[in-house]
């Protein structure tokens, strides 16, 4: 059974970072594309950025380009999500996502791409 785990979020002030991790378990990780989403309150998901099973390329949503890094290491089973420059707007719940084919480019955009969810982290950015 494939397990995500996030962690790392909380209040920040705005221009602030934060990091956060995902941890997997369940199956080779190292073999599968990751996905970062966030869901704004009132708002529906939507995606933040991607890597692909060998962490060659990422992907990212236009609102986060340039502040936000996706990164994995795959001796630890872990995704990361580095923070920068955060804005109030960046204020949601943050998903970890896994993709279900092996050796994906990770270029995803749409959740209906990912079989697997943690259970979201909330990132809360004061202004």
């Known amino acids: 059974q494939v397990q995500l785990v996030e962690s790392g979020g909380g209040l920040v002030q705005a221009g602030g970072s934060l990091r956060l991790s995902c941890a997997t378990s369940?199956?080779?990780?190292?073999?599968?594309?990751m996905g970062w989403f966030r869901q704004p309150p009132g708002k529906e998901r939507e995606f933040v950025a991607a890597?692909?099973?060998?962490?060659?390329?990422?992907y990212y949503a236009d609102s986060v380009k340039g502040r936000f890094t996706i990164s994995r290491d795959n001796t630890k089973n872990t995704v990361y999500l580095q923070m920068n420059s955060l804005k109030p707007e960046d204020t949601a719940v943050y998903y970890c996502?896994?993709?279900?084919?092996?050796?994906?480019?990770?270029?995803?955009?749409?959740?209906?791409?990912?079989?697997?969810w943690g259970q979201g982290t909330q990132v809360t950015v004061s202004s």
């Open positions: 890597i692909s099973w060998n962490g060659d390329n990422t």
């Open positions: 996502a896994a993709d279900s084919r092996k050796y994906s480019s990770g270029r995803y955009f749409d959740e209906k791409e990912y079989s697997y």
């Open positions: 369940g199956r080779t990780f190292s073999r599968y594309g």
